[in-house]
């Protein structure tokens, strides 16, 4: 059993799509363990994303990941962290397989609707950024 971090980025609560991308996680059998909404400052979207601060976008996306409400969720399942992947789809919604959630919605590389962990270390580090261990329901 794995853990994963999942975001529905501004541009997917903005355009009323937590349902669908909830739906689709719960259709491929991940269970939701967790979830809140959170408006994140500008500062906190940049310490999530620290990783990227050298990255010519690291502004316009931290100031994007700022500009509404986020959805995020801790995803429970065997092999969520790879599942979640294949169900985003590629970063840039231009190189998205067919009916992943970013190449059906994704606005552009960078309003792409969903953040998913890409490897253990990150997905702890990740869901320990949003939650403590008592409001995760495993
Ligand atoms: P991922 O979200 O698919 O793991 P990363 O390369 O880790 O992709 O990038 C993190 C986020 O940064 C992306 O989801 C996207 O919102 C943004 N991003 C990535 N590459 C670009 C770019 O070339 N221009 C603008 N934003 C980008």
């Known amino acids: 059993m794995e853990r994963t971090l999942s975001i529905i980025k501004p541009d997917g609560v903005e355009r009323g799509l937590v349902g669908e991308v909830i739906t689709r996680f719960e259709k491929a059998g991940i269970r939701i ?6 408006h994140l400052t500008k500062k906190e979207a940049e310490a999530f994303y620290a990783v990227h601060r050298e990255r010519p976008f ?33 970063t840039n919604p231009a190189d998205a397989a067919p009916g992943t959630i970013r190449k059906d919605f994704a606005l552009d590389v960078e309003k792409n609707t969903v953040h998913g962990s890409d490897a253990p270390e990150t ?5 320990a950024f949003f939650f403590s261990e008592l409001e995760i329901c495993s």
Not at 33 to 38: D, E, G, I, T, Y
Not at 123 to 127: D, M, S, Y
Request: no cysteine; net charge neutral.
């Open 33 to 38: 363990a967790a979830m809140k909404m959170r």
């Open 123 to 127: 997905a702890q580090k990740e869901i």
């Open 58 to 90: 690291f502004d316009s996306l931290t100031t994007y990941m700022s500009s509404g409400p986020v959805v995020v969720m801790v995803l429970e399942g065997d092999q969520v962290i790879q599942k979640n992947r294949e169900i985003m789809g590629a």
